[in-house]
């Protein structure tokens, strides 16, 4: 009969930085034994009414392509410029976990915004639990736009990249 294997430090921490990033108000996880019960506003307690998650909005609720241009605002002094978005496709996470945007820690990035990728090119990786998920480009393009930061928790299915798709 084998051990079962121990949950290590570096795996709880991902976990509650996963539920810093979820739209979770508490949670409780229960490993080898051991119970965790955590809440974003403080120590979580009997819920009295579920209006405060109903009352946010979901992050992926609000468009990433807008439909119809519209006029961008006046830019503020030291303001980055405004990106244009039209015609852009979405390049999204396959799955929960921390993005990175490099192969590994000092190394460059896979990419960078205004540069030309191929299709099926490795622009990022989202690391679950110890397993590196590549994140491509489903065609050429510009990278327009990158979504998220690096070591951001990221949730399934989420915009990461915006390219804008090229003749090729």
């Known amino acids: 009969m084998s051990t079962p294997e121990r949950v290590t430090h570096r795996e709880v921490r991902e976990i509650l930085r996963s ?9 409780t996880l229960e490993l080898d034994g ?5 809440g974003k506003d403080g120590p979580p307690a009997a819920p009295a009414s579920p209006a405060p998650v109903a009352e946010k909005p979901a992050p992926e609720a609000a ?3 807008a439909a119809a241009p519209e006029p961008a605002p006046p ?3 030291g303001a980055p ?7 852009c496709v979405e390049v999204r996470s396959p799955a929960v976990g921390a993005f990175w945007v ?15 990728v191929t299709a099926n090119q490795q622009l990022a990786i989202v690391e679950v639990m ?9 065609q050429a393009g510009v990278v327009v736009e990158i ?6 928790l990221v949730e399934y299915d989420q915009p990461l990249f915006l390219i804008r798709p090229t003749d090729e």
């Open 19 to 27: 539920f810093q990033g979820s739209g979770w108000s508490a949670m």
């Open 34 to 38: 051991m119970r965790v019960t955590v």
């Open 63 to 65: 468009p990433v392509v």
């Open 75 to 77: 830019a503020r002094p």
């Open 81 to 87: 410029e405004p990106v244009d978005r039209t015609g």
């Open 102 to 116: 490099a192969p590994s820690p000092g190394e460059p990035p896979f990419v960078e915004p205004g540069q030309t």
């Open 130 to 138: 110890k397993l590196m998920n590549p994140v491509v480009a489903p």
């Open 147 to 152: 979504l998220a930061a690096n070591a951001d």
